[in-house]
């Protein structure tokens, strides 16, 4: 049996999908049972809260792999109920969606917060692998919004460049460590095939619905009162200001080929991921 945490989400609901499709038996951690009805009776899902280690044991039981995936400030607390709670139940092994960023020390916030993780899980005596992706390519669909009520992209970046990734990628790398020996204690640094400035995605997406769109170059400033505006918490507003911060000034351009080295397949490219989902920008 097989536990994929963060199942509803934009990774983990592709790591069921590959599972499925691999014939994996499959159960599924949520705090919403109601959000992953869409799975019917394919999987088994199983109500808990990663904030609640008393929530977990049910989710567990008799599981030997867990995809460990938990987001926000507070992850490592959220995983380290987890991996507590997988030692009991007597997991053989989790694969932990960590970041890009887990590799600089001390680094930036959002890096820490998932070494925080990964050194807990390393030193927990359960068998791991940790995935470290960089910028999704879903990451693009923030932009849908101002696109299309203004046709305008409003970044911090500058011409500093990502690897987008596609979910699906990070899926299948997940799905490989999940499902076939030799991944045990590796560490994956994932990225898509090509660095890109968020001009030259904008302008991707700008000619594939034939339409202008201004990518501007907004303030530190303005990012953050408009983050803030939408509700964010300020220590997140922060750590991806400093992300975006790293980036702008070069971190996170260089392409890795682990992607194809595990699954034996070419990443998708930007263009590839924007062609299945062009309509969300339409
Ligand atoms: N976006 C990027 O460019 C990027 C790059 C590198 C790494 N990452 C990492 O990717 C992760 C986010 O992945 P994602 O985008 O797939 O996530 P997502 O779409 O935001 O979904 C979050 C998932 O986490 C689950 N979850 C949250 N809190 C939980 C809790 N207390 N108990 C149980 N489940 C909980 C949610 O499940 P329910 O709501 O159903 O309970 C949901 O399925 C983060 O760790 C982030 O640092 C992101």
Not at 48 to 70: H, R, Y
Not at 180 to 190: C, N
Not at 257 to 277: C, I, M, Q, S
């Amino acid at each position: 049996m097989i536990l994929v945490t963060g199942a509803t989400g934009t990774v983990g609901s592709e790591v069921v999908a590959q599972l499925l499709a691999a014939g994996k038996p499959v159960r599924v951690l949520t705090r919403s049972p109601e959000k992953a009805a869409k799975y019917g009776s394919n999987v088994e899902i199983v109500q808990g809260d990663l904030a609640d280690q008393a929530t977990l044991g049910p989710a567990f039981a008799g599981v030997d792999e867990v995809f460990l995936l938990a987001t926000g400030p507070s992850l490592a607390t959220l995983e380290a109920h987890a991996i507590v709670v997988a030692k009991q139940a007597g997991v053989k092994h989790v694969v932990k969606l960590s970041a890009q960023g887990a590799d600089i020390d001390p680094g930036i916030a959002l890096g820490r917060w998932h070494r925080d993780s990964e050194k807990n899980l390393e030193e927990s005596g359960l068998t791991w692998t940790i995935l470290r992706p960089g910028a999704f390519s879903s990451n693009a669909l923030n932009w849908a919004g101002t696109i299309k009520a203004q046709g305008m992209v409003f970044h911090v970046t500058g011409n500093g460049k990502t690897t987008p990734i596609d979910p699906r990628d990070i899926a299948a790398v997940a799905v490989a460590a999940l499902t076939t020996p030799g991944h045990a204690g590796k560490i994956y640094a994932l990225t898509g095939p090509e660095a890109l400035t968020n001009a030259e995605m904008v302008g991707k997406i700008s000619k594939a619905i034939s339409k202008p769109i201004q990518c501007i170059d907004a303030p530190e400033a303005a990012a953050r009162s408009g983050m803030l505006a939408e509700g964010m918490p300020h220590v997140v507003v922060e750590a991806v200001l400093e992300l975006m911060g790293l980036i702008k000034n070069g971190y996170g351009a260089e392409t890795t080929t682990v992607v194809e080295e595990v699954t034996g397949r070419k990443p998708r490219t930007f263009d590839a991921w924007l062609n299945d989902h062009v309509d969300a920008f339409r």
